[in-house]
């Protein structure tokens, strides 16, 4: 048996851990805010819901994050596990970001994911709303990318 070099562990069958692994990775990527290198997670003919948005495959997957993250800028991310299974991990999760006026926002949403065997997801299903804040409410502020280890989670920042 061969290992799909373009895997991306861990994969399912997901346990606690490796969900959570999984979440923080998806995480890190999305915070780092490259289109490019955040749609190799994503299956070549992955499917997504994203509020009235539909997204076939990763090159649309690519240029979808590409404009979001043209438009929702400053962009910091945190991920939650809600839920697992064998192949499929339930998210919630939280965003700010501001608009090209200074308009800050929180976008609060739920994801269910599914992966294949290579550990690339092939669905995601997304639901967001999105939360006007001043800008002294925000929550999330370490320098951009990557989330610090001891910044608190979702639950510990009460969202």
């Known amino acids: 048996m061969s290992v799909n070099p373009n895997a991306r562990p861990p994969l399912p069958p997901f346990t606690r851990e490796t969900a959570m692994q999984k979440i923080r990775g998806a995480e890190d990527g999305w915070n780092s805010r490259n289109a490019e290198k955040v749609s190799l997670a994503y299956s ?3 499917k997504w819901r994203n509020r009235a948005e539909f ?23 945190i991920k939650e596990l809600w839920a697992y299974t064998d192949n499929r991990i339930a998210v919630r999760y939280a965003y ?64």
């Open 44 to 46: 070549v003919d992955t």
């Open 55 to 77: 997204i076939n495959g990763r090159q649309e997957a690519q240029a979808f994050l590409e404009r979001k993250w043209n438009k929702e800028l400053d962009y910091r991310l």
């Open 96 to 159: 700010e970001w501001h608009d090209d006026a200074g308009n800050w926002f929180r976008s609060y949403g739920n994801e269910n994911w599914e992966f294949n065997a290579d550990g690339l997801m092939t669905h995601r299903h997304a639901c967001i709303n999105d939360m006007p804040i001043k800008e002294s409410d925000r929550k999330f502020h370490w320098p951009l990318g990557r989330r610090p280890d001891d910044h608190p989670g979702l639950s510990d920042l009460g969202l």
